[in-house]
């Protein structure tokens, strides 16, 4: 009976011990930041050192005009946010100050397809027709509906 | 040319002359040994049979081994699991990196005053 519990309850322990070591010893990290997305486009498109080395300086050189974009957006969904509020509560609407947003609110969507536009543009340039194929269709099954992407095909 | 004789001879010549009393009930010993040798083991319960599979220590050393590679194995599951979690983030992320008019769900592109070209 003692036998027969020890064997089970080292069995029991073996296997937790394995699986916990195993487990923690491989899981991924934290995914955040360029180069962790960087890495995962390495590893998954199969990208040469030197591919990769271009792709990097082409999303460091998109970057920060990227991010900026995506804080005016941001800043501009607040004020359509704002807009609506006002017209629900007041049910009056400032026309020349919509319009006025509006028209900014379209030069800056432009502007941000524009920008994704030539990013993917100059990353797809160095990629080979394999690559190249499994990097559009990453991006579009991700975004779930057209993007930006969708001229490239 | 004859060998020389044994004092252990005319002994051991004397026991084959003179043979063993016979037991009274010899065969009725003879019978209950071949009635027994005829009857199957008596039926042991689960929990005996568990315990004494589990008394040899091939079994235990290989149930041991088992349970360690069954761990190892539900371990690659779950990292296989816990990778796949991992890269969707990792392109939902880079996706709202390159594509700022991605909602910060990742999925859906703002619609109001899109760019109509």
Known sequence: MKRTLFVFLLGLAGGLLAHNAWFFAHRPGNPSGLDAQLAWMKSSLHLSDQQFASIKALHAQSSPQLQALATQVARMRAEFAAFENTRRTTGEVDFLEFARFVEQRRSVDRECAESTRRLIVAAVGVMTQQQRDQYCRTLLSSAGQPTATDSLN | ?117
């Open chain 2, 1 to 117: 040319m004859h060998p020389p004789s044994d004092p252990l001879d005319p002994l051991l010549e004397r026991w084959r002359d003179a043979a063993p009393p016979l037991s009274e009930h010899l065969n009725a010993e003879v019978w209950r040994r071949i009635a027994a040798a005829d009857t199957p083991a008596p039926h042991l319960s689960l929990f005996a049979r568990i315990e004494a599979v589990f008394a040899r220590p091939s079994f235990a050393v290989a149930f041991v081994a088992a349970c360690t590679l069954l761990g190892l194995f539900l371990a690659e599951v779950r990292l296989s699991r816990l990778q796949a979690e991992h890269n969707t983030q990792l392109v939902q992320s880079y996706l709202r990196l390159i594509d700022p008019l991605l909602d910060t769900a990742g999925t859906t592109r703002s619609d109001a005053a899109a760019p109509q070209s």
